[in-house]
């Protein structure tokens, strides 16, 4: 069992940064897939970031490439989401995922993760 508690939401004016941290408990953090999820009211969850099991790849949807950055901490069993330049359309709810048996072809997909935080609110607003 992973439990996942997400931090770092808030209000930022429109070009600012936030990192969101996202803190796993468990055994074996190197082993999981890591990945950042966000949702708006009446839409589908959608994938932002994803760090791949012993930090073989990480992943990035091309709305935030170049953007944001994930990364992780072994030792903290932390995985951060750094996002810069941010703008109104990143207002979510950003949720933290995680899974030990992700295929490549499938860490864009919400439905694959069997972990998942409370989300924590982005709002990116002047």
């Known amino acids: 069992q992973v439990q996942l508690v997400e931090s770092g939401g808030g209000l930022v004016q429109p070009g600012g940064s936030l990192r969101l941290s996202c803190a796993a408990s468990?055994?074996?953090?190197?082993?999981?897939?890591m990945a950042w999820f966000r949702q708006v009211p009446g839409k589908e969850r959608e994938f932002v970031a994803a760090s791949r099991r012993y930090g073989s790849s990480t992943h990035y949807d091309d709305s935030v490439k170049g953007r944001f950055t994930i990364s992780r901490d072994n030792a903290k069993t932390t995985v951060y989401l750094q996002m810069n330049s941010l703008e109104p359309e990143d207002t979510a709810v950003y949720y933290c995922a995680a899974d030990r048996q992700i295929i490549l072809s499938s860490v864009r997909v919400a439905q694959q993760y069997d972990y998942w935080g409370q989300g924590t609110q982005v709002t990116v607003s002047s």
């Open positions: 468990g055994n074996d953090f190197r082993s999981l897939n």
